[in-house]
């Protein structure tokens, strides 16, 4: 295939801004500053049917539709905090194409009428983030970037920032909290950030590859997106595939391929060994069985399987796989990420890693798996933002799919095949 | 002081802000690395420097996983073991790493120079096992790798400065 995100795969170098302009780089920002009207991008973007790649799919058009027109402060920031268990894509695009997130971030300012973006990278990601400053300093050299850009009125600058380690700042208030030099928490919405975002004002929050696609949406026009995948999810997306396959990778694929394709893309099963269930939306989304495998990864196609596309990370268990044990490892994942302002999310993840805990290591009782979803069920939908919701995914649907492994350990028959180490946290007395 | 010390990268961390606030992150970073951790000393000179409560720094460094509030080995070895990483071999390869080093899991060697710890995803985990080492990546390691690293990185600490030599610290149990 040829690619439309990933292009670095087939232009060597394409990190470098000559070589990036060599096969069309900044002729969608030339088109949108040169020739349209702020508004006209923004019906564009809206016609292209672009959704939000960072997992939660709003329509990108319409969140830019949102903020206020007229003069002002206004934000454009790009989310780049990838922390979801399972997720990489964004890494690559910064440190391989990062001249194309930079430049579908211009257009973005461009039509909200922002003079400043900043790209929030977490912590760990210092690497990419370099390579996407040498990018950003090849970008003002060009005249990208600066003042009257394109020689028009628009002026623009872009910065990066590091976070420190914290899950929670890929959501995105807790992220413009993180910005501004607070505890990355979440608040309350509304306000939303398009009215009330960084210091207050009107800001734009979008995910890495979401903002990769603006540019060809630019030059190629929403008619042609729109032809890509399908019709209520368009256009392409980036697939991080990790676990028990033989080839772990992203793998950039239309909307619409169903998760078997996937598996298969990535050279199927490690081993060939029997596939027994996978995380469609890295920790975050309900896991899916077997039954699920020919539905098609859209925004809509694993509703009727209870389960969200989400981020497209997808995480494949083999038959060897124990699914307390998987629960466990998520369930320890968000009790750490939990950022402590809400009590079901603090307290409730904490009791969900102890429960599990002791299902896993044979001590739990029957009630144990009641008081197990019961605290689960506490907590969805009680918080101030999804963390709590995702916490709850990974128990509840293994508890729905595989009842047997947690009948089998508290019945004391321990099947899990993987042993617990010494790095696990211990469970308080 | 990182004040005088980085007085021009700090001027141009603040620039990018509209608020002295926002540079908070950045130049604990750079106090952290300054320092080896987050000491109440780092604290208080970040604080200083843009105005703030040290409280509030320290609450910060307690939020944040990257930033260390106990004195650290020169080399921090985070190995991801979370879910994505445990299906390829991410906890065995962290009771290796442990029995390699002779530290249990956020120990530090005695001469000072390892500390080891698990963390969550590092958004690699097509190559796992894998884990960062001062913020720089190694992947696809197994037990041949990461004894290579810990070569590797015991010669670069002999290429350090006298002073750093002599002011390296070994941490007690």
Known sequence: MTYLLLRHRDIPDLHQIDVYQAHGGYNGLRKAVLEMSTQEVIDVVRASGLRGRGGAGFPTGVKWSFIPKGPGEKYVVINTDESETGTFKDRELSEKNPHQVIEGAIIAAYSIGAKTIYNYFRGEFMDAGYAMEEAIREAYAAGFLGKNILGSEFSCDFYCHYGAGAYICGEETALINSLQGELGQPWSKPPFPAVEGLYRKPTVVNNTETLANVPLIMVNGAEWYMGLGTDKSPGVKIVCMSGHVEKPGNYEVEMGVTYRQLIEMAGGMRGGKKFKALLPSGGSGPVITDKALDAPMTYEGLTPFDSVMGSASVIVMDESTDMVWAALKMSHFFKHESCGKCTPCREGTFWMEKLLHRIYDGHGTPQDIITLESVANQIGGRTLCALGDFAINPVLSTIKHFPEEYRAKVQGSSNGQMKQVAARTAVPS | ?173
């Open chain 2, 1 to 173: 002081m990182i004040a005088e010390k980085y007085a021009k990268e700090i001027e141009g961390i603040l620039a990018r802000f509209p608020t002295k606030k926002s540079a908070v992150l950045p130049l604990m970073h750079l106090a952290q690395h300054e320092y080896g951790y987050m000491s109440d000393e780092a604290k208080r000179e970040v604080a200083a420097i843009l105005g703030l409560d040290p409280t509030h720094v320290l609450s910060l460094a307690g939020f944040y996983s990257l930033y260390y509030e106990e004195p650290v080995g020169k080399y921090v070895l985070e190995i991801c073991n979370d879910l994505a990483c445990a299906l390829r071999g991410a906890d065995e390869f962290v009771e290796m790493a442990s029995a390699k080093l002779g530290i249990p899991v956020d120990g530090t060697t005695e001469d000072g120079l390892f500390t080891l710890k698990t963390v969550m995803c590092l958004g690699a985990c097509d190559r796992a096992p894998m884990l960062q080492c001062n913020l720089r990546f190694e992947e696809n390691l197994d037990e041949a790798k990461f004894a290579a690293l810990l070569a590797r990185l015991r010669q670069d600490a002999k290429q350090l400065s006298v002073v750093e030599k002599i002011t390296s610290y070994a941490i007690g149990e």
